[in-house]
C-alpha cells in the first residue's frame, strides 16, 4: 500500500520499477505504480501513481492519477489528477478534479467536462480488460493450431461474456 500526498491510501496491485522498460502497451486491473519507462499506452482501472523517476510515451487512462514524473501524451482520469512539483506533462488532461504543483510542468489543454459517473458506467460496460482480451485472442487460436492438440478449445480460454474480474480470477485459479 502506498499513501499519496492526498493522504489517500492506495492499494497497488502493479509496480514497475526504476530502470524498468516496457516497450508496449502497460494494463493493470489495479492501482498500480510506474517508476521506470512504459513505451505504450498506460491502462490502469484505479489509480495511477507516476513516480518521479517514472516516463509513460503514450496515453494514459485510469480512474485517478498522481503524476510526479514525465508523461507525453494525453491524459484520461475522470476521478481526479495530481500533478506533483516533479511533474513534466505533454499532452491534454481530462478529469473532474485537478490539483497542478506551482513548481510542475503541463503543456496542453485541460477538460473538466466530465460526468464521472458515466465515465465509470462506459468503462464497466466496454471492459478495459476486454480489449486487451480480444488483442490476444488471435495469438492464442495462431499457437493452439499449431500444437494441433484436440484439448486444447479458445473459445474455453476467452469468453466474451465473463467479466474482467471472473477471467482474472478463473486464470489465476488454472494456474
Do not use: W
Amino acid at each position: 500500500m502506498v499513501r499519496n500526498k492526498s493522504k489517500e491510501i492506495v492499494k497497488l496491485t502493479s509496480l514497475l520499477g526504476q530502470g524498468s522498460i516496457c516497450d508496449g502497451d502497460f494494463v493493470s486491473p489495479g492501482s498500480a505504480r510506474i517508476d521506470g519507462l512504459v513505451n505504450g499506452s498506460v491502462r490502469v482501472e484505479g489509480t495511477l501513481i507516476l513516480g518521479a523517476s517514472g516516463v509513460i510515451n503514450g496515453d494514459v487512462e485510469a480512474n485517478a492519477v498522481q503524476i510526479g514524473g514525465n508523461v507525453n501524451g494525453n491524459i484520461y482520469a475522470p476521478e481526479h489528477a495530481e500533478l506533483t512539483s516533479e511533474a513534466n506533462v505533454n499532452g491534454d488532461l481530462t478529469t473532474a478534479v485537478i490539483v497542478i504543483d506551482e513548481n510542475a510542468k503541463f503543456q496542453g489543454k485541460v477538460n473538466m467536462q466530465v460526468d464521472v459517473t458515466q465515465a465509470s458506467a462506459e468503462k464497466e460496460k466496454s471492459g478495459l480488460f476486454k480489449k486487451s482480451v480480444r488483442k490476444v485472442k488471435p495469438v492464442l487460436e495462431d499457437k493452439a493450431e499449431a500444437l494441433e492438440e484436440d484439448y486444447i478449445d479458445i473459445d474455453e480460454v476467452v469468453d466474451d461474456e465473463e467479466t474482467d474480474e471472473e477471467f482474472i480470477q478463473r486464470i489465476i485459479n488454472e494456474v
